[in-house]
């Protein structure tokens, strides 16, 4: 069976980061976009990270690029935005694709665990979030309407 601990992404630094260092914790893992109108979101996932942070939470944001190209920035230039605007403090991942032949393995795994609306595997624009448990298991995926603030609840339950 397959968990997210059989997974390796590249971090906005350019490091390895074997996600079976995350075992144990809770995760929520967006696409995320500097400049969507989903974009203040940011301020959202935030706050859920510093709420939850010290019973083994993290977010993990991956930009993406594919939507619009709203993630237009590199590594250094997404992080001080996210830093300068939203006081971001989660760790950011390298951008990645989270759709086509180039899509990052971890998000074709995750779609497949958790499909879309009418059953569709594809991410539909960015903030698509992820909530996975401790055991590195996708509980349940997230549109990008869904503010996360509305998500807390069921974070809460996995703690």
Not at 110 to 121: F, N, R
Request: some cysteine.
């Amino acid at each position: 069976m397959t968990t997210i601990a059989d997974f390796t992404v590249t971090t906005n630094r350019g490091e390895e980061l074997d996600l079976k260092a995350k075992l144990g914790k809770v995760l929520l893992v967006v696409n995320t976009a500097s400049k969507c109108g989903f974009t203040p979101q940011y301020d959202g996932l935030e706050k859920l990270y510093q709420q939850f942070h010290g019973r083994d939470f993290e977010v993990l944001g991956f930009p993406c690029n594919q939507f619009g190209g709203q993630e237009p920035g590199n590594a250094d230039e997404i992080a001080e935005f996210c830093k300068v605007n939203f006081g971001v403090t989660f760790p950011l991942m390298a951008k990645v694709d989270v759709n086509g032949p180039d899509a990052s393995p971890l998000f074709d795994w995750m779609k497949s665990e958790a499909k879309g609306l009418m059953g569709s595997t594809s991410i539909k624009w960015n903030f698509t979030k992820f909530l996975i448990d401790r055991t590195g298991n996708v509980v349940k995926r997230y549109g990008p309407q869904d503010t996360p603030a509305s998500i807390a609840r069921d974070i809460e339950k996995l703690l």
